[in-house]
Every structure is written in C-alpha cells, then in structure tokens.
C-alpha cells in the first residue's frame, strides 16, 4: 500500500494558474502509475491525466490536454499537476491515485487501490 496526500487546492480567476502536489509514502517502489482524477458536485470521477513513475511517460484527457501538465519528481515520490488557463468547468475536488499493479496509465476509477483525501480546486468567472 502506499498514502498520498495532495496539497496546493484553492480559488482562482478564470486564466489563472495552480499546481497541485502529491506526495506518496509506503510501498512507493512498487508504484508504477499516479494519476489524477477529478469529481465535480453532482458528477461522476473523470480522469484527469496520468504519469508512468520508471520513466515520466504520460498522457492526459482531452479536456486538459495542452493547459495541464504533470510530472514527478522522484527524489521526493512526488507528482504534480501544473494547471493553466483554468476555467470554471474545471472546479472540482481533485484526487491522486497510485496503481500499483500495471503500467498502462489506466483511465478507470477501480484501476487503482490507492487514493488521497482529495484537494479543492474552485475556478471562479
């Protein structure tokens, strides 16, 4: 098993910026994706984008794609996500996810055993 705990949630204008961190503790060699997922009030869990941890592959939703961007930073078993240009849609609670079981980035909730509490993100018009 491994804990992650998010940080960097808040309030912002729309256009503006913010980056999120996950910081992961436990088994964190035996992690091979972290990924990022979002839920909206009334919403279901999306996907958000993912990173594979052995080599900084990754790959995001079509709704991110070009204004978000993860990375990770081994030393500290930390991965972030780096969001520009935000718009309203884009408030929601954000989660961190580890799956430690394949290295495909998968896009499925129930892909991944290992989930953080969860961070506020609120865009605001």
């Known amino acids: 098993q491994v804990q992650l705990v998010e940080s960097g949630g808040g309030l912002v204008q729309a256009g503006g910026s913010l980056r999120l961190s996950c910081a992961a503790s436990?088994?964190?060699?035996?992690?091979?994706?972290m990924a990022w997922f979002r839920q909206a009030p009334g919403k279901e869990r999306e996907f958000v984008g993912g990173?594979?941890?052995?080599?900084?592959?990754?790959y995001y939703s079509g709704s991110v794609k070009g204004r978000f961007t993860i990375s990770r930073d081994n030393a500290k078993n930390t991965v972030y996500l780096q969001m520009n240009s935000l718009k309203p849609e884009d408030t929601a609670v954000y989660y961190c996810?580890?799956?430690?079981?394949?290295?495909?980035?998968?896009?499925?909730?129930?892909?991944?055993?290992?989930w953080g509490q969860g961070t506020q993100v609120t865009v605001s018009s």
């Open positions: 990173i594979r941890w052995n080599n900084g592959y990754t």
């Open positions: 996810a580890a799956d430690q079981r394949r290295v495909r980035i998968g896009q499925l909730i129930q892909e991944y055993d290992n």
């Open positions: 436990g088994r964190t060699s035996s992690t091979y994706v």
